[in-house]
């Protein structure tokens, strides 16, 4: 069974979170408010991460609570705020993978936001063009791989300075001086410059 | 712009950070979290907060008394909480490190966590309640017996026992 639970940062690193890091203190000794915080701001990055890894959504919420539960019995042993990020992440990972490889292989019914970007009705202009990006974007993102777009959609929902710890949990190269553009970003930035060029001609 | 070898290896820029930024706004509008997660969270963590026993050390017999096992150094220790006895032989390896060989009573599947300073260890007990760890680092160390995987027995509350030194 793949165990990468004791995930813990890099000797000697500072910590580039002071304000989880000051709630990861407070919940270590015991405040079910700082608990709270944590559990409030991280939630959503857990569910994305748990869809993007192709679970329907009730499986999805019973991963978060899981993953939350599980959380309760390391903090001890997770000291600095990335180690946190990543054990999440990490963490609601292994436990999707469980559950998807118990049985249900089929993608759950509930699994069709890729194609579900909803009409905007008309706003400002502003708006407007904010809407046509998103929806270039959108169409760039369709068709990266799916490991990609996992990828992507997990980034997306990581506060940034957990990059680094992240994409280095996940397997994605990091320099050594900061985070990398990988594979996946780069790909879609060549879809995205792809499709204004074709706009343009 | 790059070199195709090096196409991955560039640092992120602002660009990047956009990017994500708004495939992080289109999920969260195409695939929104329910609203109500984080409050269950909260109250089911409440709640396992308030399920935990704390298991208390019974006896721990002492290796000299527990008779003629050759020269293993073994010694058999126990702790009792509301819902579960817990017994553990502990007994060094010739690596330095050492074995623990646990029964559960009533006996049940559960997952069982060796907490050391170094490291945390997970095993399960079967349904008679047997577990193992065949190689612990000495020094300070914490069992922590959670509930199995769903579907499985043994959802008793957790428990954890006082820290031992192995």
């Known amino acids: 069974m793949d165990d990468s639970r004791s995930v813990s940062a890099p000797p000697g690193r500072v910590d580039r979170n002071p304000r989880m890091a000051e709630l990861l203190d407070a919940a270590r000794s015991g405040s079910e408010d700082a608990l709270g915080q944590i559990t409030a701001e991280l939630s959503p990055m857990l569910w994305h991460v748990a869809r993007a890894a192709g679970l329907a959504a009730d499986d999805a919420e019973d991963v978060v609570q899981t993953v939350w539960e599980r959380l309760l019995s390391h903090l001890a042993d997770i000291r600095v705020s990335q180690a946190l990020v990543s054990w999440l992440v990490v963490t609601t990972k292994h436990e999707a993978w469980r559950i998807r490889s118990s049985g249900r292989r089929q993608l759950p019914a509930d699994q069709e936001w890729l194609t579900a970007l909803p009409d905007h009705a008309a706003g400002t202009e502003e708006q407007i063009v904010l809407d046509e990006q998103h929806r270039a974007l959108w169409r760039a993102v369709g068709q990266l791989s799916a490991p990609c777009q996992e990828l992507l959609r997990i980034v997306a929902f990581v506060p940034r300075p957990d990059y680094q710890s992240v994409s280095a949990a996940l397997g994605m190269p990091v320099g050594s001086i900061g985070p990398t553009r990988g594979r996946c970003l780069e790909k879609i930035r060549v879809l995205l410059a792809d499709e204004s060029d074709g706009r343009r001609a | ?166």
Request: hydrophobic content about 40%.
């Open chain 2, 1 to 166: 712009m790059n070199s195709p070898e090096d196409a991955s290896g560039q640092q992120m820029d602002d660009f990047d950070f956009a990017i994500l930024d708004r495939i992080r706004a289109i999920f969260e509008q195409v695939d929104p979290m329910p609203a109500d997660l984080p409050e269950r969270v909260r109250f089911s963590l409440a709640l396992r907060g308030l399920e935990t026993e704390v298991a208390r050390l019974v006896t721990q017999e002492d290796p000299r008394l527990a008779g003629a096992r050759g020269t293993e150094q073994s010694r058999t220790v126990t702790f009792d909480s509301d819902s579960l006895s817990i017994v553990i032989r502990i007994a060094g390896n010739k690596s330095g490190s050492v074995r623990i060989d646990g029964w559960l009573a009533p006996p049940q599947r559960r997952e069982i966590e060796m907490q050391t300073s170094a490291e945390t260890l997970h095993v399960y007990s079967d349904e008679e309640g047997r577990f193992a760890f065949g190689a612990v680092p000495q020094g300070a160390a914490q069992l922590v017996v959670r509930a199995a995987e769903r579907d499985q027995s043994g959802r008793g509350p957790t428990v954890v026992t006082p820290t031992l030194v192995l």
